[in-house]
């Protein structure tokens, strides 16, 4: 069995920060891509970063130059810590990550249960 959760949601004035941890953990063989994404009420859950096992990054648009995802492949951990928050990034946070349980398996991604981040003033 594989666990993914995610900790650091909260609510932060606008132009604040947090920073967001996501830690994958049980029956993993191998971990290759990891990333956030969010969902706003009303609206289709959005790609905000990915990052791939070697460290390469991706970004969202409306994300980029405020926002930015790490990783601890020792730990099996993705980090989002983001920068000069907006109201419109208020969503629930939800982790992801693309592994293997097993020598020969396919590769699936597992998500977790959600992280809120409210801005607001």
């Known amino acids: 069995q594989v666990q993914v959760v995610e900790s650091g949601g909260g609510l932060v004035q606008p132009g604040g920060s947090l920073r967001l941890s996501c830690a994958a953990s049980?029956?993993?063989?191998?971990?290759?891509?990891m990333g956030w994404y969010r969902q706003a009420p009303g609206k289709q859950r959005e790609l905000v970063a990915t990052i791939t096992n070697g460290g390469s990054t991706n970004y969202a648009d409306s994300v980029k130059g405020r926002f930015t995802i790490s990783r601890d492949n020792a730990k099996n951990t993705v980090y989002l810590q983001m920068n000069s928050l907006k109201l419109e990034d208020t969503a629930v946070y939800y982790c992801n990550a693309n592994l293997r349980t097993g020598w020969g398996t396919n590769t699936q991604a597992y998500w977790g249960q959600g992280t809120q981040v409210t801005v607001s003033s």
């Open positions: 049980g029956n993993i063989f191998s971990i290759y891509g």
